[in-house]
């Protein structure tokens, strides 16, 4: 009896885990390939010899910010969903729908991340970029370092935290973002020279004299 008891909680147990473990992956599964607060990076291009409205003159060909309720913004067609869907998905999705307005259309769609770059460039600032890009080519969006950038004291935080530092050498390497272990939301900080001229150094020498001094008089009284 006791057995058979022990036996029923057991399946039961395992019945539970498998109930709760089936949604979670279907739902895994269906995250797709972007990101609410992310970006799209969409790319078109028109067969040539066409019979349709040119589809350049609309500027189609941009990136776009993911909104909360994971729409983007296009012209033509309005809000559309993309949250949830593939690279190819979303790519198909837009040939059937604009194809409803241009003939020979073909699309490329990839998913961007948001990376705050920090510190000693030019334009520092939020920029949407692909994973697969370089930290050059980031920096590069910030029309590149100031003169007094130290490259060799390039650091990415998260949550306050540092994940990685002195990144010069995976930089010159064309380590990709995603290598480096960039991720969506990080912060990437390039550090300034720290500079001292004689006239400072010797500040700091007087100012030490001094404060010894004033050490050596206390104790004396």
């Given at each position: 009896?006791?057995?058979?008891r ?20 279907s739902?895994?599964s ?19 010899g066409?019979?349709s409205?040119n ?6 060909s ?5 909104e ?7 012209p033509?067609?309005?809000e ?43 334009k ?6 692909e ?5 050059w ?7 590149g ?17 540092i ?19 960039v ?23 007087s ?15």
């Amino acid at each position: 009896m006791i057995k058979d008891r022990s036996n029923r909680q057991l399946t039961s147990i395992l019945f539970l885990l498998l109930f709760c473990i089936s949604p979670l992956n279907s739902q895994t599964s269906g995250l797709g390939d972007f990101r609410s607060g992310d970006g799209v990076r969409i790319i078109v291009w028109q067969e040539p010899g066409s019979e349709s409205a040119n589809i350049d003159d609309l500027g189609l060909s941009n990136d776009y910010i993911i909104e909360n309720d994971g729409h983007i913004l296009l012209p033509l067609i309005g809000e559309i969903l993309v949250l949830g869907r593939s690279q190819n998905e979303l790519a198909e999705y837009l040939k059937d729908r604009f194809g409803l307005y241009a003939s020979g259309l073909h699309f490329i769609t990839k998913p961007l991340i948001r990376v705050a770059l920090l510190g000693a460039v030019h334009k520092p600032g939020l920029y949407l970029v692909e994973s697969n890009s370089s930290l050059w080519e980031l920096i590069g969006e910030a029309e590149g370092p100031q003169a007094d950038a130290n490259l060799e004291k390039i650091f990415i935080s998260r949550s306050g935290e540092i994940v990685a530092e002195d990144l010069l050498e995976k930089t010159e390497n064309a380590y990709t973002l995603r290598e480096i272990g960039v991720q969506s939301g990080d912060q990437v900080t390039v550090l300034q020279h720290t500079s001292f001229n004689w006239r400072t150094l010797l500040s700091f020498g007087s100012f030490f004299i001094s404060l010894t001094s004033l050490a050596i008089q206390i104790n004396r009284q």
